[in-house]
């Protein structure tokens, strides 16, 4: 049996899991590439197994990521890339044509022969583009926002009455410092006035 039949029977059943996973070597050579990366970046396994991955993706030889990765094959904790500060690890479109935002860990598979016990490491690939969609979509006020002309509280969905700075804090990223300007401190605090 040849190697690569060898590595496909060994990681066969990665195959059928809904996220990206591929296994490097200590050189960052692909040894398996699963169907949801072939089907998420449009390479596929003949493609990249044997071949650098960081010639297949340039980007992977910035300093930010090769120096994290190879932390893991010399015996480093797992290392994680979060769709928050890096976006992607692996470019994969999606329909629209922007790159799947993505988590990604990576982590040193144990070996058989003690010798080359963090030859290997397993790199997961979460797809959160939808559920960052989502949180975005979430966080951001659209529409009309229904606003007392006198006292200024906002009416939600509910119909209660709520303070401007509760109602945009409760459905934003916004912090809500206060102060007073010239015009209300003259109002109310005329004996403050110079």
Same mark, same amino acid.
Not at 56 to 78: A, I, K, T
Not at 155 to 170: A, K, M, P, T
């Given at each position: ?12 059943? @990665?195959? #059928?899991?809904? +996220? ?10 692909? %040894? ?21 991955? /960081?010639?297949?993706? =340039?980007? @992977?030889?910035?300093? /930010? ?13 797992? %290392?994680?890339?979060?769709? /928050?500060?890096?976006? #992607? ?5 999606? /329909? &629209? ?11 040193? @598979? =144990? ?11 397993? %790199? &997961?690939?979460?797809? %959160? ?10 966080? &951001? @006020?659209?529409? +009309?926002?229904p606003i007392c002309s006198h006292c200024k509280r906002i009416r939600d969905e509910e119909g209660d009455w709520n303070q401007i700075e509760s109602y945009i804090s409760q459905r934003s990223d916004a912090v809500f410092s206060h102060s007073i300007c010239e015009t209300c401190a003259l109002e109310f605090y005329p004996q403050?006035?110079?």
């Amino acid at each position: 049996m040849s190697d690569t039949a060898l590595v496909d029977a060994q990681f066969i059943a @990665l195959d #059928y899991i809904p +996220m990206g996973v591929l296994v490097l070597k200590d050189d960052f050579t692909v %040894v398996f590439w699963n169907r949801q990366l072939e089907e998420w970046t449009g390479v596929y396994k003949d493609a990249i197994v044997g071949k650098s991955i /960081r010639d297949m993706f =340039p980007n @992977l030889r910035e300093q /930010r990521y090769s120096d994290r990765l190879g932390s893991v094959f010399l015996g480093g904790p797992p %290392v994680v890339f979060s769709s /928050r500060v890096h976006g #992607y690890l692996i470019p994969a479109p999606t /329909r &629209t044509g922007a790159n799947r935002m993505q988590n990604a860990m990576i982590t040193a @598979l =144990p070996s058989a022969d003690s010798s080359d016990a963090n030859s290997l490491a397993l %790199v &997961t690939i979460e797809d %959160v583009t939808e559920l960052n969609t989502k949180i975005q979509e979430n966080r &951001t @006020l659209k529409g +009309m926002l229904p606003i007392c002309s006198h006292c200024k509280r906002i009416r939600d969905e509910e119909g209660d009455w709520n303070q401007i700075e509760s109602y945009i804090s409760q459905r934003s990223d916004a912090v809500f410092s206060h102060s007073i300007c010239e015009t209300c401190a003259l109002e109310f605090y005329p004996q403050l006035s110079v």
